[in-house]
């Protein structure tokens, strides 16, 4: 049976308010409507205001909204320095999406990751069912990168972590962090975000950041 649920994460400060309204929109406006929506927001500074803005579109469609305030979990990037960053306009919510391996309810099986600068236009309950529960992820491939790899991803080839694609990479491309869905309750099981903080604590300022971590742990496993 179907789970009625389909969970997204979306991640920013307060200065995201419109760009993930804009999202949330566009993945109710095209999603199954047999299926409930339940969106968690990882965010640091939202005011009842900018939640308030969100649930007005209650009127129109049926979702659950719940924000979790990361502050409390804010600590375990002590070690980032954003200004070390190569994109300069990147700040340190960009790493909030990582939490989604700890702070999401237990009964959250598999969830999306969209980047609240995205818009939706398709019906992304078909990629949900899709994912069976011996999968760990569904990821893009990011295929700028991987066209000018030996320049955009010079740096992976200077670390351990991305050994398999120094070997192979057309068999371990990299990924795009941007849109993703995960299966949370493996993901759990491998210990992905305990291995994502290792990866952390050993390069503390990758040189794309999430991407970078994300692709160093979850990319050996889905491949």
């Given at each position: 049976?179907?789970?009625?649920?389909?969970?997204f994460v979306l991640c920013g400060d307060k200065n995201f308010i419109v760009p993930i309204t804009v999202a949330i929109t566009s993945i109710l406006k095209n999603i199954d409507k047999s299926r409930v929506s339940r969106f968690f927001l990882l965010t640091t500074d939202f005011s009842d205001n900018e939640i308030n803005t969100i649930l007005k579109l209650k009127?129109?469609?049926n979702f659950e909204l719940i924000n979790i305030d990361i502050k409390n979990n804010i600590n375990i990037f002590d070690k980032i320095d954003i200004t070390k960053n190569k994109i300069p306009y990147v700040s340190l919510a960009v790493y909030y999406r990582l939490l989604m391996f700890k702070?999401?309810?237990e009964d959250v099986d598999k969830c999306f990751y969209i980047d609240s600068n995205m818009i939706i236009d398709t019906d992304l309950s078909i990629i949900h069912d899709n994912l069976t529960e011996d999968e760990l992820a569904s990821i893009v491939v990011e295929p700028l990168a991987m066209q000018h790899k030996k320049s955009i991803l010079y740096h992976c080839y200077k670390i351990d972590d991305f050994k398999n694609f120094q070997e192979n990479s057309f068999k371990y491309p990299y990924l795009n962090s941007s849109f993703f869905l995960v299966n949370i309750k493996l993901a759990n099981e491998l210990n992905i975000f305990e291995k994502m903080l290792d990866f952390l604590n050993r390069y503390p300022n990758p040189?794309?950041?999430d991407h970078d971590t994300l692709n160093a742990i979850i990319r050996k496993k889905i491949f």
């Open positions: 049976m179907k789970n009625k649920y389909i969970n009127n129109k469609y702070v999401l309810p040189t794309y950041a």
